[in-house]
Structures are given as C-alpha cells and as structure tokens.
T-cell receptor, first 115, second 114 residues
C-alpha cells in the first residue's frame, strides 16, 4: 500500500518553456503533498508543502511564481516549472502524507533536463 | 542552523557483514526520526522510524538506535546484501516546525561488495 506515482519519469525541454509534473497517490488520500528537488549526489531539498484545496507553502529561497504547485484533490498534486532554465535541471520528487503522521510516501521521481 | 548530518559519506562493506550508518542531529526537541533508503534514480523508500521515547527499534534485518544525550542516530543492517547498496538518509522534523515536514540529512552511500 501507500503508492505514489509521478509522470513523466523523464522530460527534456527547451529553455524558456514550462513543464508540468504530476504526482498521484494511488491507494491512499494524501492530505499533504511535498515537493523536493535533488541535485546529483546531494540530499533531498524540500521545495514546498501543499495541502489539498489550499495554497502551497514554499520553503525559503524557492520562487513560488516559478514553481507553481496545485493540489486540487486528495490524490493529485502538480508542479509546473515555468520558464525553465538549465539550472532548473534536477531530479524532482514528490511525496504524500496522511494527516497526523510524519511518514511520507515518495514517488519515483522525475528527471528534468533543460537544454 | 538546523541540520541533520552524517559522519560518513560512503561506506563500503563486504556482503554478509553488518553495516552501521550514523547520523548526527541538532534539534534536541525532535521527537521523531526516520531512515530512508534511496536506490539510484528512484524515490526514497521508508526503512524504519523511531520516536524519541525509545532508544532502540528493530525491524527485519535493521535496527535503529537513538542516543538523545549526544543527539546521535544510527541504522544497523545485519548480514548486508548487494540489494542493500543505496544511499541512506535520516530525516527529522525541522526546528521551525511545519505540519509533517521532514528535513533530510546529507546521506550515506552504502556499497556492498560480493
């Protein structure tokens, strides 16, 4: 149980374009979803926290207008990287949590490459 | 600032040996810790967790030890197998709070040699 999927698994886009990444909880309702970014050989850095039906809370230093997060339902959250640049190339991972519990269930990640 | 750090960035062990991965944390008020395993190109996978009212917790082939006096957490893997090769992260709630948020340590790469 507690499976999270992400789509796409890999995406290559041109500089200046926008990319949308979907995160779905398949067998549970994720009251909270988290978005992380991970550069090679580094740890996961939390970007934002989103609760279903409300605006996302962004971590310090993360541009909310660049990384648009929508958590429209208890099973779907999306991250849109707007006007992507090569420095946005990274591994983006989402996770879902169930209310009251710290444990997060992670998706398989999305490899974004901006050319 | 707050941090969840690791002593060893890379740990190499022989198959069958026991592995110990260490983690130092800075938030003495943390009441919960989790260990995650991340294989190359994949998302983190839950291994085991422990609450601050415990010193030790055991799972299948894994044991987590918590020493609150020195703010140290360790993950012990018994009879390490090639499939255990991955990066291991400890995580804890941040000093700043935040509903169910977790802050991840730097990670330790475990390399298991046959």
């Amino acid at each position: 149980g507690a499976v999270v999927s992400q789509h796409p698994s890999r995406v290559i886009c041109k500089s200046g374009t926008s990319v949308k990444i979907e995160c779905r909880s398949l067998d549970f309702q994720a009251t909270t979803m988290f978005w992380y970014r991970q550069f090679p050989k580094q740890s996961l850095m939390l970007m934002a926290t989103s609760n279903e039906g409300s605006k996302a809370t962004y971590e310090q230093g993360v541009e909310k207008d660049k990384f648009l997060i929508n958590h429209a339902s208890l099973t779907l959250s999306t991250l849109t990287v707007t006007s992507a640049h090569p420095e946005d190339s990274s591994f983006y991972i989402c996770s879902g949590g169930q209310g009251g519990a710290y444990e997060q269930y992670f998706g398989p990640g999305t490899r974004l490459t901006v050319t | 600032g707050e941090s969840v750090g690791l002593h060893l960035p890379t740990l190499s062990v022989q198959e069958g040996d026991n592995s110990i991965i260490n983690c130092a944390y800075s938030n003495s008020a943390s009441d919960y810790f989790i260990w995650y395993k991340q294989e190359s190109g994949k998302g983190p996978q839950f291994i085991i967790d422990i609450r601050s009212n415990m010193d030790k917790r055991q799972g299948q082939r894994v044991t987590v030890l918590l020493n609150k006096t020195v703010k140290h957490l360790s993950l012990q893997i018994a009879a390490t197998q090639p499939g255990d090769s991955a990066v291991y992260f400890c995580a804890e709630p941040p000093l700043s709070g935040g509903y169910n948020k977790l802050i991840f340590g730097a990670g330790t790469r475990l390399a298991v040699h046959p």
